[in-house]
């Protein structure tokens, strides 16, 4: 049997996390999966709820006490006989290289997304992707999700191309219920409240589509750094009724079921979980064409936005809402994409022979 310990120090709750689940909670035949992750925070919840402490390690919140966390993390691993750590993210990478130092474990870190993009600060998203560059010497593999990211760490990063794997996100179909659709057009957008995610673009175009007399409903679920800055932009414009915050949404059917169509508006992105949610839920998808959903969506399978800017993001959404036969013809079409290309099946045996080739 294989040992893996994954590491994630996120904390918030999103894509990267609903892969590590898909990882962790897994049958496998030949591995046995560990996870560390932070206490207290969203994932963390989401985590005890379907798991009873077996092969989880949880470790303060708290900055202070990182030093004991890594010595508790290190006499796990010797305690379980631990083969290979997998850190998904910079901050989980960094603890990685110092637990592999200490303890003679082979390292490979998976990247959901560009850290230059990952954050507000500029200086700060340079810094972490200076962090990274110094970091991958110390992995004996890099998983990418996307084409594009593999192509940015090769020529930006300068890394190996002999050490990186682009391994495509992966997921169960979701189970279909019956939808609950009302008589007003309803957008949906899931995911962090973070400037990468680009919420005030949608929130400003739903604006200047409320001053044409346009009636819809629009959703946006996650939580995160923006969340009250986002809520007093709708408020300031008068748009309570028509944008409701739905929060932290742990089953994201309880969305899709009201929405007539997701809209992905981020200034970049690897691979969304929510994407293939979507698709596979056979659910009418407007995006952004950037990152990993390049080769994803195309114009048979989805509403494809060239830029993110808001007017770009208005006439899609009308779009979408005056030719709605054609947006769910083309949703069905990207659920069988995704039962094609984007089903577990294929992501975990990447991952298990990832996993096998480094013994």
């Known amino acids: ?39 207290d925070t969203k994932f963390f919840n989401v985590i005890k709820s379907k798991n009873n402490n077996q092969n989880c390690i949880f470790i303060e919140n708290d900055k202070k006490k990182i030093l004991k966390s890594l010595f508790k993390v290190k006499k796990y691993i010797e ?16 603890f990685g290289v110092l637990l592999s130092k200490m303890t003679k ?68 179909p979701l189970e279909k219920r019956e939808k609950k659709l009302n008589d007003i057009f309803t957008i949906s957008t899931v995911g962090r409240l973070t400037p990468v995610k680009a919420h005030k673009k949608l ?31 709708v408020d300031i414009n008068d748009m309570k009724n028509e944008i409701k915050f739905y929060g932290f949404v742990e089953d994201v059917r309880d969305v899709l079921d009201e929405s007539n169509c997701l809209i992905i508006h981020s200034d970049m992105e690897g691979l969304p979980i929510t994407l ?5 839920y056979n659910t009418p998808i407007i995006t952004h064409q950037v990152g990993g959903i390049n080769g994803v969506i195309n114009e048979k399978n989805g509403i494809l936005m060239k830029k993110n800017n808001p007017d770009e993001i208005k006439d899609k959404i009308k779009f979408c809402m005056q030719n709605e036969r054609e947006a769910n013809l083309r949703a069905k ?22 996993y096998e080739n480094l013994q």
């Open 79 to 94: 305690d379980n006989k631990i083969d290979i750590i997998h850190a998904h993210g910079v901050t989980s990478e960094i």
């Open 203 to 233: 929130i400003e175009a739903l604006i200047e589509l409320k001053k044409e007399d346009i009636k819809f409903k629009c959703i946006i679920a996650g939580n995160g750094e923006l969340e009250e800055e986002l809520k007093k932009l």
């Open 333 to 354: 079409k990207a659920e069988i994409d995704f039962m094609n290309k984007y089903d577990i099946s294929k992501f975990i045996k990447s991952y298990c022979e990832l």
């Open 105 to 172: 474990c082979k390292l490979v870190t998976t990247i959901h997304s560009r850290a230059d993009f990952d954050t507000k600060n500029k200086v700060k998203g340079k810094t972490y992707c200076f962090i990274q560059k110094i970091l991958l010497r110390y992995n004996k593999k890099y998983v990418v999700v996307s084409d594009s990211l593999n192509k940015f760490f090769i020529s930006d990063m300068n890394a190996d191309s002999t050490k990186i794997d682009t391994i495509i996100n992966g997921i169960k």
């Open 276 to 280: 293939l949610e979507a698709m596979s």
């Open 1 to 39: 049997m294989i040992n893996v310990l994954i590491i994630d120090l996120g904390r918030d709750y999103g894509g990267a996390e609903k892969v590590i689940e898909n990882l962790f909670f897994y049958d496998y035949s030949n591995i046995n999966m560990h996870l560390v992750a932070l206490k």
